[in-house]
C-alpha cells in the first residue's frame, strides 16, 4: 500500500495537483480517492487518470486510439505484474519482458512520454535500485528507459538518481 500511495503523491507532485485524500479499500492495496460531492475514486489507473485530467495534461494519456489503449494495457501490467513483484525471480520476469518490449521503443506508447511511462518508472524503482551493474547492463533497454525518464522528467526529486555505468563492463549479456 505504501508504494501504490507514494505512486499517487508522485504523480500529483509531478503534475503539479494536490491528490487529496486518499485511503485504502479495506485489508486491500485498491487505493480510493475522496474527492467532492462524496465521491470515490477507486484504483490507481482511474485515480492517475483523474489527476491527469485535472492537471490538463491529457497528452500524457496518448494522442490517438492505439496510444489511448496501449497506456491502458500499460497501465494494467503495472497493477497486475510490476505491484505484484513479491521476490527477486519475479522482478527479473518483469524486467526480460520490459527490455524486450523496449528493445526498439523509447517509450512504451507512442514518441513520447505517457502516464504509463510514469507509473512504471514509480513501480520499478524499487526493482531498479538493488540491480549491480552487470544485472542492469542485462536489462540494457529497460536501463537506457529508465534513465531517460529519471533525468528528463523531476518523478523523484527527494531522492538521488539510481546511477548507470555508460560503458559496457562486462561481455554479451545475450
Not at 69 to 76: I, K, P
Not at 123 to 147: A, P, T
Amino acid at each position: 500500500m505504501v508504494a501504490i500511495d507514494s505512486d499517487v503523491r508522485a504523480l500529483s507532485t509531478f503534475l503539479g495537483v494536490s491528490c487529496g485524500k486518499l485511503a485504502f479499500l479495506g485489508d486491500s492495496k485498491i487505493p480510493v480517492l475522496h474527492v467532492s460531492n462524496g465521491i470515490q475514486l477507486r484504483g490507481l489507473s482511474t485515480i492517475s487518470k483523474y489527476l491527469v485530467k485535472l492537471a490538463n495534461r491529457q497528452d500524457l494519456l496518448g494522442q490517438s486510439f492505439e496510444e489511448k489503449a496501449t497506456v491502458d494495457q500499460w497501465l494494467e501490467y503495472k497493477v497486475t505484474q510490476v505491484d505484484r513483484c513479491g521476490t527477486d525471480k519475479d522482478g527479473h520476469t518483469v524486467l526480460k519482458e520490459l527490455n524486450t518490449y523496449l528493445s526498439d521503443r523509447v517509450y512504451f506508447a507512442g514518441h513520447h512520454l505517457t502516464l504509463a511511462d510514469l507509473l512504471i518508472y514509480q513501480g520499478l524503482c524499487c526493482i531498479v535500485v538493488d540491480l549491480s551493474f552487470f544485472e542492469k547492463q542485462k536489462y540494457m533497454h529497460v536501463s537506457r528507459w529508465f534513465n531517460q525518464v529519471q533525468h528528463n522528467f523531476d518523478l523523484r526529486p527527494d531522492l538521488q538518481p539510481i546511477i548507470f555505468q555508460k560503458n559496457q563492463l562486462y561481455g554479451t549479456t545475450n
